[in-house]
């Protein structure tokens, strides 16, 4: 029998359909496999001229800026859904609001390495490119402009991927997203009910049931949300309360490093290396001392469709329920 699960962080629903459901070998090997160094990527060691001047990087031997050398980049994303100069002016037009599109555009290139994927990177590389993510956290929001910054990583060209090159990239918006004012409701609703930081719940009680855990160690725990819009769906939540990803300590990205390898190298391995996005959620820069959220990282396989029934009702339906999901990454 299909079951409808409500997801209490953003009070929406999810058909788990159950008689369809679909094991690992189901799913269509559709990751990006067999990459090859390309003289035009712009993201490979000796084309440093061919993205925009660098913002930063990590380098060995004092090599200089927008040379060789580098182990990890950040440069402006060339074309930018958000330029970063000007003001927002915001006003009106009859019914409609409108706003200039500043903000801010960065692209991470993790690796000069154009074949090597971010799991297969030793520890100590991972840390190094999550320090990065924290840095940018932390220097967007300096601007006063800037209210919510959005890291993500889209892997295969069916989660969004135009360049096969290993990175991520970094949006800055003068708004709040609408998804995240609901989280943020979603966490005080609770809050209000129970006392306590929904995610702060979640994780002992995954970590107690188990039947959804994927991985976990002393500050992480990974695991498929008990209403998982996707197959395969997993959250890495921090078992400490931390509302912004920029607050996380050397040693919390060196654990945050050794689950993240874990976590995404059982899905390539155990479910054909699958297109997925990875969202990482924070909260706005101006969340304040009395409003409730815990940052935690959404990792989406692209391995079903959103289609009508999707976009009409705001219901994903999932093929393949969570409990089973997160056994088969297990085993």
């Not at 990006?32 to 993201?43: A, L, Q, V």
């Not at 990890?72 to 200039?100: C, H, T, W």
Request: hydrophobic content about 35%.
């Amino acid at each position: 029998m299909p079951e409808i699960r409500r997801n209490p962080l953003s009070d929406t629903w999810v058909i788990i359909a159950t008689e369809r459901s679909k094991r690992p070998s189901d799913f269509a090997d559709t990751g990006e496999k067999h990459k090859k160094e390309s003289k035009t990527c712009p993201f490979c060691l000796g084309n440093e001229h061919l993205t925009p001047p660098e913002i930063t990087a990590l380098r060995k031997n004092r090599a200089k800026p927008n040379s060789q050398g580098w182990t990890v980049r950040v440069v402006p994303n060339k074309f930018a859904a958000l330029q970063q100069n000007g003001s927002p002016d915001a006003r009106k037009k009859e019914m409609y609001d409108i706003m200039k599109g500043v903000g801010a555009h960065e692209v991470v290139i993790e690796s000069p390495d154009h074949n090597k994927e971010l799991y297969e990177h030793d520890e100590e590389h991972i840390f190094n490119v999550l320090k990065i993510w924290r840095s940018r956290y932390q220097e967007l929001g300096k601007n006063s402009i800037i209210k919510y910054t959005q890291l993500f990583r889209n892997y295969g060209s069916a989660a969004g991927a135009s360049l096969t090159h290993p990175h991520s990239q970094i949006i800055s918006t003068p708004l709040i997203p609408k998804n995240i004012m609901e989280e943020l409701e979603g966490f005080e609703r609770f809050h209000k009910e129970k006392g306590k930081c929904i995610l702060c719940d979640m994780v002992p009680f995954e970590a107690e049931e188990k039947v959804r855990v994927v991985t976990e160690n002393e500050e992480f725990l990974s695991f498929c949300p008990f209403a998982a819009r996707f197959p395969f769906e997993t959250w890495i939540v921090p078992k400490k309360h931390e509302k912004q990803f920029s607050e996380i300590t050397d040693q919390g990205l060196s654990h945050l490093a050794d689950i993240l390898k874990r976590t995404l190298k059982m899905l390539a391995e155990k479910v054909n290396d699958p297109p997925y996005n990875l969202i990482l959620r924070s909260a706005p820069y101006s969340v304040n001392e009395n409003e409730i959220y815990h940052w935690h990282i959404q990792i989406l396989p692209r391995l079903t469709k959103v289609a009508g029934f999707e976009w009409g009702t705001g219901y994903y339906i999932n093929p393949t329920p969570p409990e089973d999901a997160a056994s088969y990454l297990r085993e």
